[in-house]
């Protein structure tokens, strides 16, 4: 894990210098701005919080979508059916969001492509809301659990001492998950509490999930280290 943070002021009404109470934001698709077919629907509705939903409505089992914003950066997601939150990391600007059906091997075909334009005035949103890879909500275990590591922080970095020191002396490395895991692999937090194991991407997706819930902007980042497989997970604290 990869943290670097910067520490933002909190209003609290308690003792402390920040409101140590959980804060999980719920993405919603409310249908106000949509774009779409049979196949695919994207819900924008709610870009200027930062993020789409999208809900693949075939029938495909292989379903990728590729989200590329004004920087040039392509992000690629598997779908899953129903509606899944994504971020709109380049922030402001336009966006082409795009899902493709598998036809073959490593063909896929396009099922709906639509460009937009984002207007984000929550600049943390990306990196509070949970979304695909950053999976949480008030009733996760691990929310609790940050709740109760923190309630005693005084600032932000305290909280963020906190979380990672937990993870780190609490979740050891499962060699064996990282050498058979396969691709579109999600992690499930409290799977990874409950057994005390996990790839980078479980240590990664714990870590921001727990920051996001302390309203500590967290962003997770995906890559590859030349043939290490499977993605390696970082955090970097807004």
Do not use: W
């Amino acid at each position: 894990l990869d943290d670097e943070p910067v520490a933002f002021a909190e209003s609290s009404a308690s003792s402390s210098a920040r409101d140590n109470t959980p804060a999980c934001l719920v993405p919603v698709a409310s249908g106000k701005t949509t774009y779409g077919n049979s196949l695919a629907l994207i819900d924008a509705s709610n870009t200027s919080e930062g993020y789409i939903m999208v809900n693949y409505k075939g029938s495909n089992p292989k379903v990728k979508l590729q989200i590329t914003g004004s920087d040039g950066v392509t992000y690629t997601y598997s779908l899953h059916g129903g509606y899944e939150t994504f971020p709109l990391s380049a922030g402001s600007g336009s966006y082409k969001a795009a899902v493709y059906e598998n036809v073959t091997g490593n063909q896929y075909s396009t099922a709906f492509s639509q460009t937009f334009t984002a207007q984000i005035t929550n600049t943390f949103g990306p990196y509070l809301y949970p979304n695909q890879y950053v999976n949480f909500t008030s009733d996760s275990k691990a929310i609790s659990l940050a709740a109760s590591l923190t309630k005693d922080a005084a600032e932000d970095l305290d909280a963020l001492d906190a979380i990672y020191q937990y993870v780190t002396t609490h979740i050891t490395y499962d060699s064996d998950k990282a050498a058979t895991v396969g691709t579109g692999y999600l992690p499930d937090i409290d799977e990874t509490l409950r057994t005390g194991k996990g790839i980078c991407f479980d240590y990664a997706a714990l870590t921001a999930s727990m920051l996001r819930s302390l309203s500590i902007p967290a962003r997770l980042d995906i890559g590859y280290s030349g043939d290490v497989r499977p993605a390696l997970g970082a955090v970097q604290v807004a």
